[in-house]
Nanobody
Framework: QVQLVESGGGLVQVGDSLRLSCLASGRSFSSYAMAWFRQAPGKEREFVSAISGIGGGTSYTDSVKGRFTISRDNAKNTLYLQMNTLNPEDTAVYYC??????????????????WGQGTQVTVSS
């Protein structure tokens, strides 16, 4: 069983930055592909970014490319999402997710076995 705990959300202004963190329990963190998803009010959960468990390959949805950076610190069992130049369309609850024993990235929420409770990001104009 893997437990994921997100932190770092908050209320910011347009153009500001935030860094989300996701602390994972367990001893196999480095072997898991990890991802960030987000869900805005009235919308479906959508893929934001993912990082592989081997080699650190990354993937981003088009709307965040060049603004968001995903990274991981396997020694700390922590996943990060650096978000720059935030805009109101980034307002959502952000969730981190882990693929159990699977280092390959998936862009589908169905590809992930464990989820955090979410952290709210609100970008005010």
């Amino acid at each position: 069983q893997v437990q994921l705990v997100e932190s770092g959300g908050g209320l910011v202004q347009v153009g500001d930055s935030l860094r989300l963190s996701c602390l994972a329990s367990g001893r196999s963190f480095s072997s898991y592909a990890m991802a960030w998803f987000r869900q805005a009010p009235g919308k479906e959960r959508e893929f934001v970014s993912a990082i592989s468990g081997i080699g650190g390959g990354t993937s981003y949805t088009d709307s965040v490319k060049g603004r968001f950076t995903i990274s991981r610190d396997n020694a700390k069992n922590t996943l990060y999402l650096q978000m720059n130049t935030l805009n109101p369309e980034d307002t959502a609850v952000y969730y981190c997710a882990a693929r159990r024993h699977q280092p390959i990235i998936s862009k589908s929420s169905a590809g992930y076995d464990y989820w955090g409770q979410g952290t709210q990001v609100t970008v005010s104009s």
